[in-house]
């Protein structure tokens, strides 16, 4: 009795490592690939980006931001926030972010040409050209008391005039000393100056630029004003005196540089306290907090901000408001077309303007869904009817089903949904009950017929291989037909049909059969042993079978059919003539030239195929049986599915034809008497396990 155990335990080891494909999924390279991103993630915990090395120009240093580094609001900008507490992203105040690019982005440009207005003083340099019946140049620079030296003609004092008098200037001066003179003049080095930058600015203190140096560059070359700094009312103050005031919303909103003075020597730039700030959200083109100056309105904020959006609802603006330091309010403003006066309403300091959208959904309009051309969203016309919809029936897919379509509506009271049947036929047959009339938002669905499309997948060896729709009952020889029938390669014999409702039935049959035996197994592990010995060896074979349970468990069945085969001719009309179900899988192998030995031989291999031949022969073709064979359980599992065994077949003698294979098992001797102990469930178990490995093996295309 054991012994035929032990041939069922190898054969179920040898079947299972062989033939059997992992029902698991391994990792591939593209999934590793795809992991990369979150390795080098995890890899790079802990680590931070360091700050970029510092950029120096002209005794400034300009930090930078470190990679990811958060955004810091300012004071302003979290009093504002607090105020919106709907907005998922904080207002910030407007103009400050251009000063970021540094100095070296908004620096005057050192070809730039000298206007001119300019004024000459000390440090500058020319270059003076003579042609004519004297012809020379030479290079002079402004000294420290403002005079220059010309040849011939000495020291003279140039500071002060503009440059564009110079040429004249020099003409004169060098007249009396050249005859018939032709000059020319050209700035050949800007002298520098010194400047100073004070208040609300980040970087505050004294500056060496150039001469050419205007305030807005001078305010980019110290990083700007700080969020606590004026971008309206920037001071410049010349000899104690402040003789200008720079707006730089001016200068960001209309491109407007005519506040931007050019620098002299010893200026100072003086950036005092923000005024008033407004901010305003939601939909205007530029949200953000604005500086405003007195007396400012909600127009002039919705002018900074870029004006209002299409989609503004403008029946109510809201205005959130500090009110004498003590409580915030609210303000609903109507500002629409009537009452354009609102637009008017004076703006106090710290108020939030929240600009609301209309209402999203479209009114005026109905839907046409499902098995029609040109579904979608269509304009809801007075008086407009079903038929406007789809007005023919070549407004209709093929697929249309014309018994019934569905008018869906909704009730603008109690917001209940009802819905109407209509009959199309009836309706392109002139019946005008069928044609309802159309209100906001109906919705109009025509369904398509229930037609599920069978198919099955035909490959191998036929002449057009593929997947092909199928009639209801068409059998077997129609699609071999349909494929252009067999190539002169195909082996019919060997062909593999696969079906989905028959492998539901197999693996529903072995889950019954494997749970049955695992309840007798459970069941007569339960008795107990007085030897403990033998009790011992009883726990080691239930551990035993459990794992041949398990691995039987996982087995799938791939729901191999077994037809015989045959030319189209033949099989018309017979019973392997089968009919056709959706999903079925046909494959026409080619003509195989080997027979495979597997198993307990000298050499296992496939040997060419010869006519006539036995077991014995191939068997004895490869060294024949070697001594851990049992040869009293010899299988030949046919190219078409079907196995031959030992005990019902002289697998010696027996015929083998292309594409078989003879399996050789191994024998296992175990002195140990199992007649005590499980004998009928334990032969059951293995007969089970075994002969299902052997039959998976030969269903595997």
Known sequence: MFNKLKRYICILI?????FQIPAYAQINAEQIKALAPEIAKELGKGETTGPTPASKEEGVVTPTKSLGEKKVLSQIEKLMAGTEEAEEQPLEQFGYSVFQGGPSS???????????????GPGDSFSVILWGISEGSFQVTVDKEGKITLPKAGV???AGLRYGDLKNFLTHALDPYYQNINLNVSMAKLRSIRIYILGEVNRPGSYLVTSLTGVFNALYACGGPTKNGTLRKIKLIRRGKTIAAADIYDFLLNGNKSGDMLLEDGDTIFVPLIGKVVGIAGNVYRPAIYEINDGASLKDLFYVAGGLMPISYLNRVQIQRVVANEYRTV??????????QNQYLPLKNMDTVKVFSIYPVVSDVVFLEGAVKHPGTYQLKPG??????IPTLESLITDSYLGRAELVSIDPLDKTRKVRSLDLKKLFAGDESQNYELKPLDRLVVHSEKREEQSVTISGEVNVPGIYAIEEGEKLSSIIERAGGY???????????????????QNNSLNKLTDELERRILAESSVKMDNPEEAMIVQQRYTLAKELLAKLRKTQALGRVI???DTVERLKGTANDIVLEDGDLIAIPRISSVVSILGEVYDSKSVLFEDGRTASYYINKVGGLNKSADRSSLYVIRCDGTVLSSERNNIFDTQVARGDTIFVPQRIEVAFDWGKWWTNTLDALFKTASTYAIIRTATKD
């Open 14 to 18: 040898l079947f299972t490592f062989i």
């Open 106 to 120: 908004f620096a005057p440009a050192e070809n730039q040409t000298v206007g001119p207005e300019y004024i000459i």
């Open 156 to 158: 003279v004092g140039v």
């Open 331 to 340: 303000l609903d403003i109507d500002v629409a077309k009537e009452q354009m």
């Open 384 to 389: 407009a009817k079903v038929k406007d919809l």
């Open 487 to 505: 190539t002169d390669k195909a082996y019919i014999f060997g062909t593999v049909f696969i079906r989905k409702s028959a492998q539901a039935n």
């Open 563 to 565: 037809v015989k085969m």
